[in-house]
């Protein structure tokens, strides 16, 4: 049994290597006991997110409810033959991560199962369901069971997910619209998308960013620099989205290079170093 367990852990280390560098290198400076748990969250949300996102000669409709049944029965029973499951459920029972996450993530990928215009409730429904409960679920690891700590850092790691999410929409509007047919910002038309569209929308952002951050120093010395990492790589690459031109951002994907992040996470280790954060 404990070789299958790291078995399934190895796989969601390798999904998460695969799909995120900016996950990867953050997880990498977590406490080493934080690893395997943080990895085997992404690698849940990864895979649920790749159902709707990617596999488009399938019946996706079937494969979310057939993820989401097999996730509560692994998480019921203690087991699963899906590797990706299996670590998922290790974790979820070790740290008591409350259900109502998981049934609100999978919600959320259940609306990206059709083109949607988004008003401002299901917006937020769907920033909670596909963002904040994620940073929720990596709280409770974080926490280890200290239920005031991660009562205090609700709020901001909530506003952390949504951040970080919601710069993904703003990089990824013209895929978003031409290949999914969604568009998640409310009151948003791409066929007339203004400078003020993007400048309140950056706004928004900016505030989830600087309540994040002062929730950031307060978690517990294992995560803290782990997550200021991750924190760090987007705040750089909405800095970059917010500079380009409107016409920049609805042609291309806007990325930070391998070669930037590396330097970013040296500059951030002298700065945690030097406690300035």
């Known amino acids: 049994m404990q070789l299958y367990s790291r078995t399934a852990n190895r796989c969601s280390r390798l999904i998460t290597r695969a799909y995120s560098t900016s996950f990867s290198?953050?997880?990498?400076?977590?406490?080493?006991?934080?690893?395997?748990?943080?990895?085997?969250?992404?690698?849940?949300?990864?895979?649920?997110?790749?159902?709707?996102?990617t596999f488009h000669e399938h019946d996706k409709a079937g494969l979310l409810r057939r993820f989401r049944e097999e996730t509560f029965r692994s998480i019921e029973e203690g087991i699963s033959l899906n590797p990706v499951l299996q670590a998922f459920q290790e974790v979820v029972r070790q740290y008591r991560i409350p259900l109502d996450l998981i049934e609100a993530f999978l919600h959320s990928m259940d609306m990206d199962l059709r083109p949607m215009h988004y008003n401002d409730t299901l917006y937020n429904q769907y920033i909670y369901g596909s963002a904040e409960v994620v940073g929720l679920m990596c709280l409770c690891v974080f926490c280890e069971g200290d239920t005031a700590r991660y009562e205090s850092l609700k709020p901001a790691a909530r506003r952390l997910g949504a951040a970080f999410q919601k710069v993904n929409f703003l990089r990824d509007?013209?895929?978003?619209?031409?290949?999914?047919?969604?568009?998640?910002?409310?009151?948003?038309?791409?066929?007339?998308?203004?400078?003020?569209?993007?400048?309140?929308?950056?706004?928004?952002?900016?505030?989830?960013?600087?309540?994040?951050?002062?929730?950031?120093?307060?978690?517990?010395?294992?995560?803290?620099?782990?997550?200021?990492?991750?924190?760090?790589?987007?705040?750089?690459?909405?800095?970059?989205?917010?500079?380009?031109?409107?016409?920049?951002?609805?042609?291309?994907?806007?990325?930070?290079?391998?070669?930037?992040?590396?330097?970013?996470?040296?500059?951030?280790?002298?700065?945690?170093?030097?406690?300035?954060?």
């Open 173 to 277: 509007l013209r895929a978003d619209y031409n290949e999914r047919g969604r568009v998640y910002f409310p009151g948003v038309d791409l066929a007339c998308f203004t400078e003020a569209d993007k400048r309140r929308i950056e706004q928004d952002i900016a505030e989830d960013f600087k309540a994040a951050y002062e929730g950031i120093v307060r978690l517990p010395a294992t995560a803290r620099f782990g997550v200021y990492v991750a924190y760090i790589y987007y705040l750089k690459l909405f800095d970059k989205i917010r500079r380009a031109p409107i016409e920049r951002v609805l042609q291309e994907r806007i990325r930070i290079s391998n070669t930037r992040k590396f330097r970013l996470l040296v500059q951030s280790w002298f700065r945690y170093q030097l406690k300035t954060i």
């Open 25 to 53: 290198l953050g997880i990498r400076c977590l406490a080493r006991r934080h690893h395997a748990s943080i990895y085997a969250i992404y690698g849940f949300v990864r895979l649920a997110d790749e159902i709707v996102d």
